[in-house]
């Protein structure tokens, strides 16, 4: 998505919930999307997810709220960090309470942000279709799953190989070791297959890098 087609997936969003979307909400998001320690978490990433969105609202009960969850998903993002969801989560909640909307609703994009902690199997259609969509890149065609491992591995340039890669490769085989990884059924028919070759791929390139074995954050 470019910048005119993200400005329009942000006012939708808002114009679907009922509500004027914050002015100066949307220059700072972007702002955050654009810090110079992100390489994946990037206005592509966040414009892929919306864009990927945007083919699949059918399989949404509440399409605007996933789209906010969206964009709030990765507005913080420290690599050093251990909070980023909460904090984000956090911010979402407070932003759609002090633009008027209801506090269920609120709550309710608190929630799928803070599902994209990836630390359990989503619940509910909204969420299954948000972390779908969050993990869609896993199901990439090879070349952009390529370069979506080359942006991770430049976020965490600062962690040294020997404790990237068992981190990395623990992250990795937690998601190949889902059955299925995708839940919204359209996603899974055009992304499983192909998320597994790629899983598989990255796994064992770790494995040829290192022999160590341990579990941490290198997040997807």
Do not use: K
Request: hydrophobic share 45%; charged share 25%.
């Amino acid at each position: 998505m470019d910048t005119a087609a993200l400005h329009a997936a942000w006012t939708e969003a808002w114009r679907e919930l009922g509500a004027d979307a914050p002015g100066a909400l949307l220059p700072e998001l972007m702002a955050r999307y654009g810090e110079p320690q992100r390489h994946y978490h990037t206005l592509q990433h966040l414009g892929e997810c919306l864009a990927l969105l945007a083919l699949h609202r059918a399989a949404a009960e509440r399409p605007a709220e996933v789209a906010l969850a969206l964009w709030f998903h990765d507005a913080i993002y420290d690599v050093q960090g251990h909070d980023n969801e909460a904090l984000s989560a956090g911010w979402a909640r407070d932003v759609l309470g002090a633009a008027g909307l209801p506090a269920e609703v609120a709550e309710r994009v608190h929630a799928l942000v803070m599902a994209t902690q990836h630390n359990a199997v989503p619940e509910g259609r909204d969420a299954e279709l948000l972390i779908d969509i969050d993990l869609s890149i896993l199901g990439a065609a090879p070349a952009r799953f390529a370069q979506y491992e080359h942006q991770i591995r430049a976020e965490y340039a600062h962690i040294p190989p020997a404790v990237f890669e068992p981190r990395r490769r623990g992250i990795l085989s937690r998601f190949i070791e889902r059955r299925p990884l995708y839940q919204t059924a359209a996603i899974r028919a055009a992304r499983e297959a192909q998320a597994r070759i790629n899983l598989q791929a990255a796994i064992d390139s770790t494995f040829s890098r290192s022999p160590a074995a341990d579990a941490g954050d290198a997040r997807p």
